[in-house]
């Protein structure tokens, strides 16, 4: 089933002023597409846009005991690698709103909706602290050396997850 959505999405970007998004070809849809994200999954996007990333929240069907393990400070996590710590400090990030109606959701456990049509944005927040950001919506910034071992139990559990630019990460460690 195909969800439509009539409020706001967003799309966040390190480059400012973009008044019109338009659809660009992606391997992950058919047609060129333009990509929004709703409010509640804004802090898996709060990074420089090739920074890997494992971002991940209890789901309905979440164990107790994963929440536990994996859900120890906050209510989402979003993990980086220590490489990335400077760049996370340092970029600014601008939040564009994009009016909802021509988005289909593509995957709701990462809140990801796409168009087919070139969208234009309402307005725009500049983010100049991300970390602060993480802070402020009560997401822990987990930083790590590698993100593989993680990337894996992530996947193997009964989280919502969403694992982002791993092309990037660093090689796994060797056991």
């Known amino acids: 089933m195909v969800r439509t959505l009539s409020g706001m999405l967003f799309h966040i970007s390190e480059e400012a002023n973009i008044n019109r998004f338009e659809p660009r070809p992606s391997e992950y849809t058919i ?7 709703d409010a509640a999954h804004l802090r ?3 990074v420089p846009r090739d920074c890997p990333r494992v971002t991940y929240y209890a789901g309905p069907q979440t164990t107790g005991t994963e929440m536990e393990t994996f859900l120890n400070r906050g209510s ?3 993990a980086i690698e ?9 970029c600014r990030l601008y939040c564009y709103s994009l009016p909802g109606q021509t988005f289909e959701c593509l995957d709701e456990g990462a809140g990801y909706f796409v168009s ?3 969208v234009v944005a309402t307005g725009v927040e500049v983010i100049r602290d991300a970390i602060a950001e993480f ?16 990337r894996d139990a992530v996947i193997a559990s009964s989280l919502q997850f969403s694992i982002i630019r791993m092309r990037n990460a660093l090689p796994r460690s060797a056991p």
């Open 31 to 37: 047609e060129p597409v333009v990509w929004a994200i």
């Open 135 to 150: 802070r402020l919506r009560g997401v822990e910034l987990r930083v790590l050396p590698n993100l593989w071992a993680l």
């Open 116 to 118: 087919p049509e070139a």
């Open 82 to 90: 220590h490489c990335w710590l400077e760049r996370v400090a340092q």
């Open 44 to 46: 898996n996007y709060l």
């Open 76 to 78: 989402a996590v979003v």
